[in-house]
Every structure is written in C-alpha cells, then in structure tokens.
C-alpha cells in the first residue's frame, strides 16, 4: 500500500517536470527567431524524417495500387465469364429460334403449294439419310401404316425429290432424284424435249437423250415429262448448268442443277394418288 502511495507520487512528480519542460521549450521557441536552436533542429529533424515518410507513403500507396489492381481484374474475369456464360446461351436461343422460324416458312410454302396441287398429298418429316456416297436417299417418317406404298413421287415447294422405293410400317425410303439408280421421265419447257434425267455422284444429274441438234442452252427449266408411269407432269426439277457435244455422239451432254437444297431438306410432301400408267407409256398425262 505504501510502495503504490509512492509510485503514484513519483509519476506525478515526472509528468510534473515533462510539462513545464514542454512549456518551457514552447516558450523558448515562439520568442526565439527562425535561426534559433529549436527552429534548426526541427528543421534537420524534417529533412530527416521527411525522405522517410515519403517512402512509406509510396510503398503504402503502391501495395493499395496492387491491392486495387488484382480486385478490379479478378472482378473482370467474373464478369467476363458471367459475359460469356449469357452469350452462350442467348447464342442457342438464337439458332433454336431461327430454326423454328425457318420451318415455320417451309410449313408456309408447302402448305401453300400444296392447295394449289390437283393431287392428294402427305406430308412427312425426314428422320434419316443414306451413310454412303454411293446411295443417294433418305428415310422419312411415314409408312404403309399411312397409306404410302412404292413408287409414291416425293416433293417440295421447290421441286421434285425422289420417290418412294421401300416402305415399312411406319418409315419409308425415298431414293433422291440423284441417286446413280434414279432415273426421271423428264422435258425441257423452252424446246418441249423429253428426256432421262439420271442421277450422278457429283450432286449434278445428266439430262440423257436430247439430241446433239437441239437448242436447249444454259438456264432453262427442266420438269416432269409424265411418261414413265410413276411421276405426275409438270412438277419442276432443275435447270441446265452445263451441255457440250462430244465426239461423235448423236447427243448433248447435259447437266442439270436440281432446284431443291438438298443438304437443307426437313419437310416433304408424298404424293398419294399419282396418275399412274404402265411403264413406257406412249401417250404424256
């Protein structure tokens, strides 16, 4: 109890002191002019201190720039990632939508065309496609459980396809017009010349049997001639790309451009009550 009485009486005592020698020193350096002591050695005691104090606050400021510089990128990654992740998906929408639209306007013309046609029709989604470079065909959704049977002519708004060479009970094979194996009863509009338009591995069909004197050139429409017992007359099939002559042959060498996409099909129509004849019939529909 006494040593703490003592203690407390000494602290007192030096806190004392320190007071009046601030006093004091703060008296001695608001009377003493700028070249006095106190004056000086504040003044060499700011040069010293001064370098140092910038340095800290440059290294303090440098790491708050580091600091701020790796948050500010790591926040630009998230959102770029963010960024990425919502234009992936706005990207899928976009090719979802733009492929219902485009069957939206296919339905449409199909439709459309199919008022137009004399013909009973029936439409059918394409569910499969030949493997192979050798076989041109496709497998659609319909079979005879729908009434379809072989030899059917397949179409679109744009042109001929094919026609039907197998059938199951709810699937069908159509062989595309340029199958090596397909051959179509066929005319030129500008000439009124028939010929066997035969399918080639080259994606162009050769338009058979037109004489070397004809006059069919570049540009004109080719259609069903009707003569073959198994496509109607009148359904479009392509254009002429490319004739010559060769040699001694009594014929043109033709080549057509079908008018329908094949790499582009998704809807067809079958048509179901064809004008059917016997094969090689002498007449046209």
Sequence with gaps: MYLHSGSRKKN???LGLLVILSIFILTIHFKEGPDGLLHRIQR?????TAPLQAGVTKIINSFSSNVNFITDVFNLREENRKLKKENEKLKHKFIFYKEIENENSRLRKLIGFEERLKYRTL?????????NDWQSSIIIDKGYADGLTKNMPVFTSDGLVG???QVAPNASQVQLILDQKSGVGVQILSTGETGVLQGQING???LEFISKNSEVKVGDEIVTSG???VFPKGILVGKVVSLRIDGYSLNKQIYVKPTVDFSKLGEILIITNPPLKPPF?????
């Design 44 to 48: 060499v005691s700011i040069g010293i």
């Design 12 to 14: 007192n005592i030096t």
């Design 204 to 206: 162009f069909p050769e």
């Design 163 to 165: 026609q039907i060479v």
């Design 281 to 285: 019939a002498g007449e046209e529909e």
């Design 227 to 229: 003569l073959g017992g």
């Design 123 to 131: 439409p059918a989604q394409i569910i499969g496609k030949s493997s």
